[in-house]
Every structure is written in structure tokens, then in C-alpha cells.
């Protein structure tokens, strides 16, 4: 495949990923939801006591991105933040005692637009395209793992 080709692919892929989690955000309607945050919301949710080091390497983020979304989240009572009783320097993180409903809530509409967005496709495209996800991830993976 040209060089092109692959960008215009990265360039969709990017653009609807993008789309999507915005439209999530938008029917969510909470103003603390910025860039991102929802998957962070959705990670800390599945991981709960997820260090933020291991959460920073999760989400491929560097120490800076992660305080700054984390501090976010926390304002807005979403998330907690509870310090290592055996390293004062690390940080557990864990999600607040509303956010199972609120969990539920973004799985439900994430639902409707993942849905809504292979309405046309048969299991099969469904099952080709997430095994192609999984080849892009691991090719990705073998990448880091050179450098």
C-alpha cells in the first residue's frame, strides 16, 4: 500500500475517532468531560487503586497530561485520589462512589453511537475490522518495543 494511502487511513481513523468521543461528550452533556477524559474516566473505572505512572503508560501519556486531566477529574468528584501508605509518592486512583451509574451511562450511549456507527455491517465486517485493530496494535507494540 502507498505511503498516501496510509495517511489518508491514519487521517480518517484519527478523524473518527475523534468524531465519536466528541458526539459521547456531547450527549453526556457534563462539563467536566474535556479531550479524553472519558476513556480515562472508563480506564481508572475497570483498573480501580491504577497507579497514575501505570495509568500515564496505559493511556501513553506523559506525567504532565495525566496530573492535569487527574486534578480535573478529581475536582469534579468523579474520581479519587488516595496516596500509597507505604510510598507517599505514588497515587492510587479510584472512581467515586457515583460513578458505577454514571459508568452505565457512558456504556449505554457508547452503545448506541457504536451501533448507530456499523448499523450497515455484518458480524463478519465487525469481526474482520476489529481483527485488523488488533494487528494495527500489535505491529504498533512491536514498533516500541524496538526503540
Known amino acids: 500500500?502507498?505511503?498516501?494511502n496510509l495517511d489518508a487511513v491514519f487521517i480518517e481513523l484519527q478523524s473518527a475517532i475523534q468524531k465519536s468521543n466528541r458526539l459521547l461528550q456531547l450527549k453526556l452533556k457534563k462539563e467536566f468531560l474535556k479531550r479524553r477524559s472519558v476513556?480515562?474516566?472508563i480506564a481508572i473505572f475497570l483498573n480501580q487503586g491504577i497507579t497514575m505512572q501505570d495509568?500515564?503508560?496505559l493511556m501513553q501519556v506523559d506525567k504532565g497530561t495525566i496530573t492535569k486531566t487527574i486534578k480535573s477529574l478529581c475536582a469534579a468528584g468523579v474520581i479519587k485520589k488516595l496516596q500509597d501508605e507505604k510510598d507517599k509518592r505514588i497515587w492510587h486512583l479510584y472512581s467515586a462512589d457515583n460513578l458505577d451509574e454514571f459508568y452505565l451511562e457512558i456504556n449505554s450511549q457508547y452503545n448506541q453511537i457504536f451501533s448507530s456507527l456499523f448499523n450497515n455491517y455484518s458480524e463478519e465486517k465487525i469481526e474482520l475490522l476489529k481483527s485488523y485493530i488488533t494487528r494495527i496494535t500489535n505491529n504498533i507494540n512491536t514498533l516500541k518495543s524496538l526503540h
Open 39 to 41: 476513556i480515562y474516566l
Open 1 to 4: 500500500m502507498e505511503v498516501c
Open 55 to 57: 495509568l500515564a503508560l
